[in-house]
């Protein structure tokens, strides 16, 4: 059975084994779950919606110390929420042992993510009117949280449709050879305009700055496509608005690229006015940034490693000056 974890949620499931199959999970949704946690009174409140149906598993007060039983409470929830919308015993006990053994994971599926935060704004209202009974509140979002997309619980979780289906795995083509052409005219530009930088040509000055922006756009469409499908919609975005802050309205008018070993000063980020957090998000996009890089071999890992110490170093700098 697949367990989809949002990252913040991941660490309660230390206790499970660790095992991400996102094709497998996407191509069998009715072994699939997807699940996160709210805090209410300092205690955590652990959901679970089926990819395939409506229903929703709430755990009250999930910690440390019992974190290692989620999985028999969970069952033990799923029999109550079953029996309650009209699913035997015997078919449960059927879905469970085909499901097979609790695998960890990340989240695997945007939609399913977008309906998670649903229901979990659902709990929320339900916690907010002081209703923290799980069993009740597991029933009730079952029964009564229906999405045109699904059909009733009863008839998906039928003995037939317990069957595994085999993944289609659909591998991303990158032109890498387009790339490496990206790549190495935006190295020839960065010394081509060291001849600029002292320019009254305000209108070459600009051209040039275009010229950079152009390429990096090309570099950036390219590493947002590649990760579109493991991220949810606002963490991609996130990662495009970094790269284009930093890539093209910050490193292009210093006449620098992301090869420069000066694209790793980003504390200079916060000297110039972005708050610390801000500068930690480009430091953290930047490393995934370069790790697609050279995943394509567009750099050497060599390059990476020096890159993230100084960038590391760079913020850990001004850190302790401010």
Known sequence: MFINVVQKAQSLFKDYPMKADK???LANPIFSWHVK???YKRKKIVIFTHDASTLTVVLFDVNAKNRSQMQARFEERLADVCENVGISQTTLDEYLRVAGAWQIGPTVNRTQI?????VSMIVQFYLDDHETDEASLSNDLSSSVRNVHYSSVPETLMAKNF?????KVNFKKI???????????????????EDYSFTDDYTKFDRQIEKIGKLNDELIASFIDYIEDDYSEKT???????????LNEYLAYHFESVFDYDASSIGNLYLHGSSMTETKRVQRTMNKFYQFLAQEKLIESGFIKEMKQLMKSSI???EDVW
Do not use: P
Request: hydrophobic share 35%; charged share 25%.
């Open 114 to 118: 977008g309906r998670l935060n649903d």
């Open 37 to 39: 946690y709210l805090n």
């Open 175 to 193: 032109d890498v050879t387009h790339l490496q052409d990206v790549c190495q005219k935006l190295k020839k530009l960065a010394v081509m305009d």
């Open 236 to 246: 991609v975005k996130s990662y495009q608005k970094t790269l284009t802050f930093y």
């Open 316 to 318: 850990e700098s001004v």
């Open 23 to 25: 094709q497998n999970a």
């Open 163 to 167: 069957v595994w289906h085999k993944a």
